[in-house]
């Protein structure tokens, strides 16, 4: 049986920049300075994505945009704790990670 909080030991979760290419990287840094001339009207575009791996492996599992700046801390935040909170089960419920057959 799982305990509470073990999903530490089998997965490890960082923020990284996106996987993209010269086109969409201008996009991105067009739709950010568009976003920042809005006064906060446009909604920025998501600037990193959270993505969790497997401890043992460094497989990854799931990868996710995490939102601007300030979402993105928020996500690592929220994935931190529940790593530290959760067990195994749970955590891969939580964060939509399908058990492999």
């Known amino acids: 049986m799982a305990a ?10 960082e923020v990284v920049p996106p996987r ?6 201008a996009a991105r840094r067009a ?4 976003a920042g001339a809005s006064f906060g009207f446009i ?23 995490a939102g601007d ?4 801390c928020g996500v690592l935040a929220r994935a931190r704790a529940d790593l530290l909170t959760l067990s195994v089960e749970d955590f891969a419920s939580e964060w939509g990670i ?3 057959a």
């Open 4 to 13: 509470l909080g073990d999903a530490a030991q089998f997965y490890d979760v």
């Open 20 to 25: 993209e290419g010269r086109v969409l990287r």
């Open 31 to 34: 739709g950010t300075a568009l």
């Open 43 to 65: 909604p920025a575009p998501s600037v990193a994505d959270l993505v969790v791996k497997r401890r043992e492996t460094g497989a990854e599992l799931i990868r996710t945009a």
């Open 69 to 72: 700046a300030h979402e993105a």
């Open 98 to 100: 399908v058990p492999r």
